[in-house]
C-alpha cells in the first residue's frame, strides 16, 4: 500500500506544479487554493508512504514522479520543447525511479 501512496503523492505533485504554471498566468483564489490543496494532499500521502518506506527512497521516487510528471505536463499543455533529448533524460528519471522501487522491496 506504501507505493500506492507514492504514486498518488507523486500524481499530487504534478497537479501541484501545474497549478503553479496557472498561477502565474491568472493570479486568481481559485488557483491558489488549488495549489496549496494540491501539494498538501502530495505532502500527506508522501508521509503515508514513509511509515514504511524509508525517507530517501519514497522522497527519490516522489521527485522522480513529480518531476517527470512536471516535464510531461509542460509537453503536452503548455507547448514545452518535446525534443528527443529532453525525452532521453526524462527517461533515465523513471528508471531511476523504477530502480529504486525494484531495489527496495
Same mark, same amino acid.
Given at each position: 500500500?506504501?507505493? =500506492? =501512496?507514492?504514486?498518488?503523492?507523486?500524481?499530487?505533485?504534478?497537479?501541484?506544479?501545474?497549478?503553479?504554471?496557472? =498561477?502565474?498566468? $491568472?493570479?486568481?483564489?481559485?488557483?491558489?487554493?488549488?495549489?496549496?490543496?494540491?501539494?498538501?494532499?502530495?505532502?500527506?500521502?508522501?508521509?503515508?508512504?514513509?511509515?514504511?518506506?524509508?525517507?530517501?527512497?519514497?522522497?527519490?521516487?516522489?521527485?522522480?514522479?513529480?518531476?517527470?510528471?512536471?516535464?510531461?505536463?509542460?509537453? +503536452? =499543455? +503548455?507547448?514545452?520543447?518535446?525534443?528527443? $533529448?529532453?525525452?532521453?533524460?526524462?527517461?533515465?528519471?523513471?528508471?531511476?525511479?523504477?530502480?529504486? $522501487?525494484?531495489?527496495?522491496?
Amino acid at each position: 500500500m506504501e507505493w =500506492f =501512496f507514492v504514486v498518488v503523492a507523486g500524481l499530487f505533485e504534478m497537479a501541484g506544479v501545474a497549478m503553479i504554471s496557472q =498561477f502565474n498566468k $491568472k493570479r486568481g483564489l481559485l488557483q491558489l487554493i488549488l495549489l496549496i490543496a494540491a501539494f498538501a494532499a502530495s505532502f500527506f500521502f508522501l508521509s503515508l508512504a514513509m511509515v514504511v518506506l524509508p525517507m530517501a527512497t519514497a522522497y527519490a521516487v516522489w521527485t522522480g514522479i513529480g518531476a517527470a510528471g512536471g516535464v510531461l505536463v509542460g509537453m +503536452y =499543455f +503548455y507547448g514545452e520543447s518535446k525534443d528527443w $533529448k529532453r525525452v532521453l533524460f526524462l527517461s533515465f528519471i523513471v528508471i531511476s525511479a523504477v530502480g529504486l $522501487k525494484v531495489v527496495s522491496s
